[in-house]
């Protein structure tokens, strides 16, 4: 059995923050049915290429373990078999524009007359205050609330994917738990607001706070941590090398690693504050040690020593890795239109067993005959 085995989740939400939300509570046994336009479906659904089968490499990402139901929202049909659906539902969630879902008539403040245990979870893009009502969109979240100004070298960066709409579906995936959690104690629901904005800001972590004691901002340092060292990346004699030294033992143990055990006693470089001090030094010794040899090579005799280190992989790396082939984390599915398609599965293992792949991302309404099991 599943932990959320038997929670229905009625998804109201479209592209990223609230999808992942619901992936993360679908993966965990909850029933989850994504409600989409029945015709243009979530916005996700055109952004590709590439795509398989019809369906964008974007939408089957985050959106397995789910049923989807075509309704539409501007017809009274619609609006109606949503309140149909949300009586029944353990779990709503959203992510429209503030006050928008009010507006329709399925507010909380509306809903919870019919179901008084729901739990209502809205991600918004500001949370109360002077822009509580602008919209949130990740690349811009991500500039304004800091992570760019932190990331890269000397343009500010981006992120790779958008972390700043993933980590807020983190974060509502676990409001949700908790609200059920007191759900089961008071039998009560509740509405959770988790803004995109201030997720990211409660993601800033020690860079906050390091900013907020000391007022001062060390800006962005390419692969290079503010107060670690080493701890960034080198160039080996083929491609980039990552290194992770986190005590003064590591540092002794890369030291005998790389043939130089002199440096683990030098004056300059014993300590950690020493090391952050003498940086400029140090990192000149070690990327001159590290040129000798290949990654594999350097991976091979700094792992064996203990010290954390590892490539730097493109996808392709990434996806030919011995411990990604052999975790089980790439599962086969079979698509209903797509065929054969490989898929990330949860990261998450209950009992020893990872949560399994139960239903391949859904084609647009594939399940709307479904929805009736709610009412």
């Keep these: 059995m599943l932990p959320l085995e038997g929670v229905r989740v009625l998804d109201l939400s479209r592209v990223l923050a609230g999808p992942y939300a619901t992936m993360m ?22 952004w590709g290429p590439p795509f398989a089968g019809g369906e964008s490499a974007y939408f089957l990402s985050v959106n397995r373990n789910k049923r989807s139901a075509g309704v539409d929202l501007k017809s009274e049909a619609g609006l109606e078999k949503v309140k149909e659906l949300a009586a029944g539902a353990d779990v709503l969630v959203e992510n429209m524009r503030r006050g928008t879902l009010a507006k329709m008539g399925l507010g909380y403040e ?43 070298f000397e343009e500010p ?49 020690n860079r906050a706070q390091e900013y907020l004691v000391s007022g001062e901002d ?89 010290v954390p280190c590892g490539p730097v992989n493109t996808l392709a790396g990434v996806f030919s890795d011995e411990h990604v082939l052999g975790s089980g984390i790439l599962r086969d599915v079979e698509h209903p239109v797509a065929g054969a398609l490989k898929l990330l599965a949860s990261p998450v293992l209950v009992d020893g067993e990872r949560l399994p792949i139960r239903r391949p991302p ?14």
């Excluded at 965990?28 to 996700?44: I, M, S, W």
């Excluded at 990654?295 to 020593?305: L, S």
């Design 25 to 46: 509570l679908a993966d965990l046994g909850a029933d989850v049915l994504k409600v989409e336009h029945p015709e243009r479906g979530d916005d996700t659904r055109h």
């Design 110 to 152: 509306a809903l919870k007359e019919a179901n008084p245990g729901l739990v209502y979870c809205s991600i918004t893009g500001f949370g109360p205050g002077p822009d509580e009502d602008r919209p949130g969109y990740d690349f811009l979240i991500q500039a304004r609330g800091g992570i760019m100004g932190i990331t890269g």
């Design 157 to 205: 960066t981006k992120v790779g994917v958008a972390v700043a709409d993933m980590v807020c579906g983190l974060q509502a995936a676990m409001a949700v738990l908790a609200a059920l959690y007191r759900r089961g104690e008071t039998g009560e629901g509740a509405h959770v607001e988790v803004p995109l904005f201030e997720s990211q800001l409660s993601w800033l972590a």
């Design 218 to 306: 060390t800006g962005r340092m390419g692969n290079a941590h503010p107060s670690i060292v080493p701890y960034q990346t080198f160039h080996a004699s083929d491609k980039p090398l990552a290194l992770a030294v986190g005590n003064d033992s590591q540092f002794a143990n890369l030291c005998k690693a790389i043939g130089r055990p002199e440096l683990a006693g030098d004056e300059r470089f014993a300590t950690n504050p020493d090391r952050v001090a003498n940086r400029e030094e140090l990192v000149a010794i070690l990327q001159e040690e590290f040129r000798k040899k290949t990654t594999d090579e350097w991976v091979e005799r700094i792992r064996g020593a203990g």
């Design 362 to 375: 859904p084609t647009l309404g594939q399940h709307t005959g479904e929805a009736g099991e709610w009412s």
